[in-house]
């Protein structure tokens, strides 16, 4: 990281909200190695504003872009799936809250994963040497694939029972509260989808390993341009009503 710039836009000066915001800005500014630039703060009739954009820096020749995925890369995620959105759901009050009613331990875990998500940022230095292609998961797993696929001019197959899951997300598969279908379209994981060359997949998990970050092979770059199918353990697809989060 190199740092980054914040706008701020207020429509009052309320102390008591803006030294914890600041503390906790600085605190993470430290923590990531990404100090603040500059900006500007602004008065706003409207409601408050909060824009921050990052900036950092790759050696030549090592950035991982969306495009470069070839037929014959596994496909790899880091951390686990669907847990942002299974935490939105638990605040809005939705089926994820009355299936984890009795599980505030599970709960406080789920909503934290939305409202606090951890950058893998540990990873850099694997994916920058060993990803043909990649791209952060935050509009959904399925949606996101299919962004990276269409940059590269493939399609991919995933394997559904290997996309990795958390203990309460895997336990509201199980009971039916929600299917897999939209824990992949959900977004705001905020983790790591790549392409990865079979010959160099272990030495990428070993460097993953390294850097303390789980990760999990899921599927298969392939020849096409269809939209990529997620499989069920029994090879059927998975029907996905819709890929992803969309803003527009």
Known sequence: PAGFVLTLALRNVDH??????????????ERFGCPLLG???????????ISVTAFGRVPPGKMAPRGGAK????????????????????????RAAAAFADNGEAREMLVGRYRVPQPRTALA?????YATACMDVS?????????????????????????????????????????I???????????????????QFLAFAKA?????????????????ASAPRFLDGQGRDIPLPRLSFSHF
Not at 125 to 129: G, I, K, P, W
Not at 181 to 199: F, K, M, Q, R, T
């Open 139 to 179: 509009d959904g797993l399925a949606g996101d694939l299919a962004k990276l696929c269409a940059a590269s001019g493939v399609t991919a197959v995933v394997d559904a029972p290997s996309i990795p899951l958390s203990g309460a997300a895997a336990s509201a598969v199980a009971s039916g509260g929600v299917g």
């Open 39 to 49: 900006g500007d703060t602004v008065s706003t009739p409207g409601p408050m504003m």
């Open 125 to 129: 230095l694997a994916v920058r040497e």
């Open 208 to 224: 993953a390993e390294a850097a303390q970050v789980a990760i999990s092979p899921i599927g298969t770059i392939i020849a096409g």
């Open 181 to 199: 279908a939209a824990l992949v379209s959900g977004g705001d994981d905020y983790e790591i989808l790549c392409a990865i060359p079979e010959n």
């Open 16 to 29: 008591d909200w803006l030294a914890p915001f600041a503390r906790g800005l600085g605190e993470d500014a």
């Open 71 to 94: 037929p014959g890369d596994r496909l790899v995620v880091s951390g686990t799936i669907g847990d942002a959105m299974l935490g939105l759901d638990v605040l809005k009050g939705g």
